[in-house]
């Protein structure tokens, strides 16, 4: 694979919130220096040069490990790679910017811009770093799966208020419905309420201890999700003594739209699915 002659190198190579300064052989967080030993910097820098290509374990070999190097090539490249995603916050299971591709190598996936060192002394860099999936500025992850813990949340305490307020939920469905019909709204209360609290419990504490396979889990629970969500959409209605139609119309717009906000703020924190490959180290 062709590698970039080294008078084409920028001496800055700046992804998300990081750069990496060629130079001085640094890697900086928001400007604060990140300590990352030199083979692994090495293979770092090597990817940031080939970002969005694959390079090969075999390159990697002969880039960094000379020939007459008498070292075990495979633990120390897996090591280094290691060390790499340790200093960058990342993960195998759920890439943000190091992809393995088994028995193959590995990719940079995320964009990268570069910059001669003279000209970001004085201008601050203007570009924002893109999420690969969604276009959108990549946001912090702390962030983003603390807004996600509060939709469970906030689920968590619809069911558990809805168990709690049974009866006054059977008087207002008897108020509109009456019957049967009143009958099967309770009954749609009790049960998606008491599915619904073990799944709350479940998303609050794979997002707690940052599951790494979560994006993936979700993926396959989404559908479910958002038919639960979607009835559970309509208990506004219920409040309508209280809050009037208009407020309880607003409150239903609103919850019919927050699953696929949930969805969206899985795939910003897990953004890729989890694959052999990106388990393979």
């Not at 979560?214 to 559970?232: E, H, I, K, N, Y």
Request: proline share 7%; net charge neutral.
């Amino acid at each position: 694979m062709p590698m970039p002659p080294s008078n084409r190198e920028a001496a800055l190579l700046r992804f998300g919130v990081f750069e990496v300064d060629l130079a001085a052989g640094e890697l900086r967080k928001n400007g604060a220096r990140i300590r990352l030993q030199e083979q692994p910097f090495q293979v770092l820098t090597t990817l940031l040069q080939n970002a969005g290509q694959v390079v090969t374990r075999e390159n990697l070999r002969e880039t960094i490990w000379p020939a007459d190097t008498f070292v075990d090539f495979d633990h120390s490249l897996n090591t280094a790679v290691n060390k790499i995603r340790e200093s960058l916050g990342d993960s195998a299971s759920s890439p943000r910017f190091v992809e393995t591709l088994a028995r193959r190598g590995y990719r940079f996936i995320a964009p990268v811009d570069s910059a001669a060192a003279a000209a970001t002394v004085s201008v601050p860099a203007l570009e924002i770093a893109l999420h690969p999936e969604l276009h959108v500025p990549v946001p912090r992850r702390g962030l983003v799966r603390a807004l996600f813990a509060l939709i469970q949340a906030m689920y968590l305490i619809f069911y558990v208020s809805g168990l709690a307020h049974l009866h006054d939920a059977d008087q207002v469905a008897s108020s509109f419905l009456p019957g049967w019909r009143a009958l099967f709204i309770v009954g749609a209360v009790l049960v998606t309420g008491a599915v619904g609290i073990p799944l709350r419990l479940y998303l609050l504490s794979a997002i707690a201890f940052d599951f790494r396979r979560l994006g993936s889990t979700f993926g396959r629970l989404f559908p479910f999700v958002l038919a639960l969500d979607q009835l559970w959409a309509i208990a506004p209605f219920l409040l309508v003594p209280q809050i009037g139609v208009g407020l309880a119309f607003a409150a239903t717009a609103a919850l019919l739209y927050v699953p696929f906000s949930e969805r969206t703020l899985v795939r910003m924190a897990y953004s890729l699915p989890v694959t052999p490959d990106a388990l393979s180290n």
